[in-house]
């Protein structure tokens, strides 16, 4: 298995632009929620007009009706969208048969389409393993390649099951640098920019909620904001039906732990695996998530900051 680890939002998006030629493996773009996975790969997909169809997937009637869209770039008599209905639930495979076919044709002229499947459910399975089956054909004669998005820890348990032929690409926050030059942009002054960073890091999702927040409500400051996402973070936990003394471990392990990523196994050593069933209710929650190292995180950097500086507080007042 091969990890690219990749912090340029702008090196993804070149990379994914380019990636229309015969590979020698699938790509699977994975990192935390409001990152600008699919951000990244819509505007890929536009800026190489023919040579990539970037497919939403949240179920199979979705698929099939977005890829025959997509297919039209690859077809020169323009593909006909097919009618699909709920009675042609599983035309899903006939509809990718096809593409299969319009992706042979044009790679016997020197052009091999990169098919993009993102926002797909992992309980999608038959969907999923026919598109790797054929994708790992598709690699052996050059016809096309595949690329996978995701988020959540489950669909990357699945995939990890499977790493033949995958190849794994990480995109992470903004660095710093880009993050304050993006606030700037946003006419946000420069110490203000940095305390804003400090909080929030560089997750393109947060900075936007920070600047739009901001900009409806002037009278309130930051602490508002921040006030808010945490409250979130609280409802979260609460959700848990913690017991006192659970909670208390739990918390000093994720106090401790929060400058660097750890294993599951560590997590589990808290209580004889008796709270590993918490460990996947926090993944669940969106409160934990996969790092760029393929060990166990926080969901983003407020939420880090969250647990490094602010729970006392708030659970105490909760």
């Known amino acids: 298995m091969k990890i690219i680890n990749q912090d340029d939002h702008q090196k993804i998006a070149k990379l994914i632009a380019n990636l229309n030629k015969p ?17 990244l790969a819509t505007l890929a997909s536009k800026s190489a007009k023919s040579k990539v169809l970037y497919v939403k997937a949240p179920d199979r009637m979705r698929f099939s ?3 025959s869209r997509e297919m039209k770039k690859l077809n020169y008599m323009k593909y006909l969208l097919p009618k699909i209905t709920v009675s042609s639930y599983y035309g899903y495979e006939e509809t990718f048969h096809e593409f299969e076919k319009l992706a042979e044709k044009r790679w016997l002229v020197n052009h091999t389409p990169l098919l993009i499947i993102d926002d797909f459910k992992v309980d999608q399975l038959d969907l999923i393993k026919m598109i790797q089956r054929s994708a790992k054909v598709a690699l052996q004669n050059g016809s096309y390649n595949v690329m996978f998005i995701i988020d959540d820890q489950k669909s990357l348990e699945f995939f ?21 030059s ?7 002054d420069r110490d203000f920019a940095k305390k804003i960073y400090d909080i929030f890091g560089g997750r393109i999702s947060d900075l936007n909620q920070v600047i739009n927040y901001l900009d409806r409500n002037r009278e309130n400051n930051l602490n508002d904001f921040v006030d808010m996402k ?9 959700k848990l039906n913690w017991t006192n003394e659970r909670q208390s471990k739990v918390l000093e392990f994720l106090c401790n732990h929060s400058n660097e990523p750890f294993n599951r196994n560590e ?3 808290l209580e004889n695996d008796s709270l590993i069933d918490f460990y996947d209710k926090l993944v669940q929650k969106n409160i934990l998530t996969t790092s760029k190292n393929m060990k166990i995180t926080f969901e983003s950097p407020f939420t880090k900051y969250f ?12």
Request: contains cysteine; negative net charge.
């Open 65 to 67: 009706k977005n890829l």
């Open 267 to 269: 997590f589990k050593k």
């Open 230 to 238: 945490a409250n979130l973070i609280v409802y979260k936990w609460d």
């Open 307 to 318: 647990f490094k500086n602010l729970y006392r507080k708030y659970f105490n007042m909760h």
């Open 160 to 180: 990890m099951d499977d790493i033949t032929l995958m190849e794994f690409i990480y995109l992470g926050d903004l660095n710093e640098d880009v993050a304050l």
């Open 182 to 188: 993006y606030l700037y942009d946003h006419q946000v």
């Open 23 to 39: 590979a020698e493996s699938c790509y699977l773009l994975f990192g935390p929620q409001g990152v600008g996975k699919s951000v």
